[in-house]
């Protein structure tokens, strides 16, 4: 009890601008295992949103290969050691054969940083395209071509520079061209001119494209699937004006699609880049670029040599490898399959019953439920996607929401969620969504508008506790305590 | 012996522009303990280079701390932890009080791209000022103000950008002014006129400066310690132009010094922003910012969260929370400070007897010996450093030399690198060093020159095998057949 007041004390204090889970009522998790986590007190919550503990939570065949190695060796890249030469390995046996050269880093932000500077120095262009939504990491060079980030920072201190270029973001469901005005067919063009319109501004302006990067399914934007056939002609377009292609599958790849490794690959498309995180350690900072031959040799001839401290170490590549043992022997492409056709029926009926549900997509185990106030204008329901969040985690099922209204409910399960899992989820969204029609739903204030946006998630309005759940009120009580302990 | 041959291989094939040790003959370590590693054929070498396994390798009390977390929880920082608020809480104990907001992530390179983030939204100045031969990390940003790395880029695609600035090295051996043209008082001053007259041409030309970041002591740049007051005055004349100073404490922190916890602490200064990294985790990948509350306020109010998947997750605070307490329960600060004095009193000797060291610098567990050809002159004795490295190999010492001129041989061991260690480490050198006196260098070409500085490592000359040892006979033998198979 102590503890827990404890950490909310601290956390104001230490780390002001991390983005906690449920925010205005943190959980303190203590366990996980397989797709379910436990909070302080052994309850149990069903995990739908964690991509990085992708094989599931401490499954034994990872937790059993980073030990072992880390009692024998686990020392920087600086000497041979078996274990980075097989992933390397293991891992260009799941890519097309040109993508043969490995460089092992520790995280997805490490990665596509060094996917531009390989873009870079191989192509001599300097104009970075990017989507408009993106977002691939964390670091200066990062939030630069990210929007999702830029877009929200309100000091001046941050902004786009001229070298990158936002391409509209292919939503056909709410982007600028829409499923409502044109056939699906010509959709795929007409976000394909966008990228071929920034091309051609470039060019007149004496310029070289050094790159396009884009993930191959967006999360963070809204799980957006592009139309059929638009990342392979964007990629056609790009190659032609003598840049290269990043595919960043940081938070789509490792079989989430079901059919493939790579969602790039689903969509029968052929970077030059690709680069891999998050689910790649189930949790352990790994993370890996894996390029062309020719790439690397540019790279290799700009004068310097890469080195990164912890990356490709023998612990962080034992995991890599059980991770690729584990989808492997646990079948879990397949699951994914299992599971996503599961998905797609189930949430296209409560689609069908709920006026609130706009719109489904998704694959495998990537899945999004746009929420709206009203099919006709698509109004974004963001208020009612946070009460969603908030009574899913109340009913023990741990969700999340985004895209540019944060209306947009995500679905990112660990894959070895089961087909029972997902009768669950949907029940229970089932349940909260007829809550919200039959005006259960509390009222209050519309989120505060900044620069044309509503606010991230921190600024999302308080909800009212439910004290049904003894754990709630548990967690009520000691608010309380603090304010008499601390004002 | 095959797995040997198939990793020399894929290592060309696989990652081209990695920076192995003793790249021509390279080691393939399969186990470490405490301040030894292990070769495939089991025998020892004596790590006097590894600053990442810092409290010995693979710590029994820091694994086990790793595999008890690992199985129980290992997910992304988007839930409360114990682990992450005790680590942070400890970390501040360690600093001075107004360093007190922690950020955790991966690596050093994603903290100090925070820390340039940090200085940019709270001063909402533009210029930051660096050191020459600085190395700050390998992604974009930090390449920008890395001329370690920056110098050697050869295809014009990655050039010093105008807002990064460079001052003096202030090298005393070596740099600009020198310990035989001025008194030592009168050095730090003339290095701090750098910073100085930077700030001047900052603000004429009508900007602001963001911050001044340098390590606390200059690793890659040639194990520098800086004359005395040279830093302290620094940090005081970028407050007084409104900027912050951040110290880099990746490679120089946690108790290297011996007589405290921080380099910067050792010379009584305080900075606005300290990153540190490498020897936090012993080897698996975790870093951290840690800064005033009056920064972190300044960023939380730029408008955007910041998030790292990685970044201060259990497992990785865990093992974070065990190297705080190994270096406490073992003494380690204690035994740098031992090891330190055994080191001085011996490298000294070492230079009374051999024309060849120029200079000795150093504290606790950091320490630089500058080989020169004539003493007058200080040419760089770069090839003779080469030799020495790779003669210590074969007598199972591992040391690793850097510096401008690539003579500078190293030493920054495990720190629980003993009085003994030191004693055989010197021994062995006082015999390579006699070896050279006496003529029995190999001849061969100079280095090549490119754009006025030696080559990187890389590019060392290729020295004949010794083909004493049993270890390197048997892999002269697994080149041949490499050659026999696959020419």
């Known amino acids: 009890m102590a503890q827990n007041l404890f950490i909310s004390i601290i956390l104001l204090k230490i780390w002001p601008s991390c983005t906690l889970f449920f925010k205005s009522d943190p959980l303190k998790i203590d366990e996980a295992s397989g797709q379910y986590m436990y909070d302080e007190k052994g309850q149990a919550y069903l995990d739908c949103i964690n991509n990085v503990c992708h094989v599931g939570h401490c499954h034994p065949t990872v937790v059993e290969a980073g030990c072992k190695q880390m009692h024998k060796l686990n020392t920087n890249s600086r000497f041979l050691h078996d274990n980075l030469v097989m992933l390397a390995q293991r891992l260009v046996e799941t890519m097309p054969p040109s993508l043969c050269m490995v460089y092992f880093v520790n995280s997805g932000s490490e990665a596509n940083d060094l996917a531009l500077r390989l873009a870079r120095h191989h192509t001599k262009g300097s104009e970075i395209i990017t989507l408009e939504r993106a977002y691939h990491g964390h670091v200066l060079s990062l939030i630069d071509l990210s929007t999702y980030k830029l877009n929200h920072i309100t000091d001046g201190m941050h902004t786009k520079p001229d070298f990158v270029h936002i391409a509209e973001c292919p939503d056909t469901y709410r982007g600028k061209y829409r499923d409502t005005d044109y056939p699906m067919k010509q959709l795929a063009d007409l976000y394909v001119g966008s990228v071929n319109d920034i091309i051609g501004k470039i060019h007149a302006a004496d310029k070289q494209v050094s790159c396009f990067i884009a993930e191959s399914m967006q999360s963070c934007g809204g799980q957006i699937l592009y139309p059929e056939g638009y990342l392979s002609k964007v990629f056609k377009s790009v190659r032609a004006a003598g840049a290269v292609n990043i595919a960043d599958e940081v938070q789509v790849g490792f079989g989430r699609v079901g059919t493939h490794m790579w969602s790039f690959d689903a969509q029968g498309c052929l970077p030059d880049i690709v680069t891999i995180g998050k689910p790649m350690g189930n949790g352990h900072p790994i993370a890996a670029v894996v390029t062309t031959r020719e790439i690397a040799a540019s790279f290799s001839a700009c004068g310097i040599e890469y080195f990164n401290t912890y990356g490709g170490n023998p612990v962080s590549c034992a995991i890599g490898l059980a991770v690729l043992d584990v989808i492997k022997n646990d079948k879990l492409m397949e699951n994914a399959l299992k599971v996503g056709k599961v998905m797609d029926a ?119 506790k439910d004290l049904s759940l003894v754990l709630t009120q548990e967690k009520q009580t000691k608010v309380e305590k603090k304010n008499t302990r601390f004002n």
């Open 346 to 464: 189930k949430l296209n009926e409560l689609k069908s019953s709920h006026q609130l549900v706009g719109d489904v997509r998704g694959v495998g185990m990537f899945w999004g439920l746009d929420l709206v106030k009203d099919r006709t204008s698509r109004e974004p329901a963001t208020d009612e996607a946070a009460y969603v969040v908030k009574r899913a985690k109340e009913n023990h099922v741990l969700l999340s929401r985004d895209g540019p209204h944060d209306n947009v409910i995500k679905f990112k399960a660990p894959m070895c969620f089961s087909v029972e899992n997902a009768e669950t989820l949907v029940e229970k969204l089932d349940l909260i969504f007829t809550e919200i029609a039959e005006g259960k739903m509390p009222q209050h204030s519309e989120c505060k508008v900044a620069n044309g946006k509503t606010y991230r998630r921190g600024a999302a309005p308080e909800w009212p």
